[in-house]
T-cell receptor
């Protein structure tokens, strides 16, 4: 158990809809990262938050947004969903701000299926 | 742009048959190289961090090594429970917080 909690484990929805994925980091970790894992692309970095502030963005679509709240949990919002958004979405956390090369600890992901 | 290539894509071993997985990387200023294990339906589980060429780390039957261009994950006398996908990732000099992952090696150990 990594200590990172993601909910829900599974989401099934339709094209055009909006969903929110939730992540609680390990106790004491201030950084939260979001990744997307698909069969053809592997694990792709989406976005990084440190102590409530956005620190880095990857190839995150404009239809996707995230935020980190004062209690350090984070939410990833996906809107106007398309079939290609079907994937596993992972959250990871680490103690530092990301400037140090510290290991990131992953949750077990949310499997998103778009019908 | 940071790049990571892992080989082979899949590896089948008999129990006790030692082997190595390769991770080749291209990065501007390596700050750290990470090895993870991922079981089906689970998130990646952290194994090792290597920071500089020549560094080695061991954990049970696994040993990770690092050169300036690649890393190896050596598996000695593997057991069926070592079956998993092994992922390599790098943190580059200008990509604070971002890990760039390889596609992984699917390891299957037969009893």
């Amino acid at each position: 158990d990594s200590g990172v909690t993601q909910t829900p484990k599974h989401l099934i929805t339709a094209t055009g809809q909006r969903v929110t994925l939730r992540c609680s980091p390990r106790s004491g970790d201030l950084s939260v990262y979001w990744y997307q894992q698909s069969l053809d692309q592997g694990l792709q970095f989406l976005i990084h938050y440190y102590n409530g502030e956005e620190r880095a963005k990857g190839n995150i679509l404009e239809r996707f947004s995230a935020q980190q709240f004062p209690d350090l949990h984070s939410e990833l919002n996906l809107s106007s969903l398309e079939l290609g958004d079907s994937a596993l979405y992972f959250c990871a956390s680490s103690v530092g701000s990301g400037t140090e090369a510290q290991p990131q600890h992953f949750g077990d992901g949310t499997r998103l299926s778009i019908l | 742009e940071d790049q990571v290539t892992q080989s082979p894509e899949a590896l089948r071993l008999q129990e006790g048959e030692s082997s190595s997985l390769n991770c080749s990387y291209t990065v501007s200023g390596l700050r750290g190289l990470f090895w993870y294990r991922q079981d089906p339906g689970k998130g990646p589980e952290f194994l090792f961090t290597l920071y500089s060429a020549g560094e080695e780390k061991e954990k049970e039957r696994l040993k990770a090594t690092l050169t300036k261009k690649e890393s190896f994950l050596h598996i000695t006398a593997p057991k069926p429970e070592d079956s998993a996908t092994y992922l390599c990732a790098v943190a580059g000099g200008t990509s604070y917080g971002k890990l760039t992952f390889g596609q992984g090696t699917i390891l299957t150990v037969h009893p």
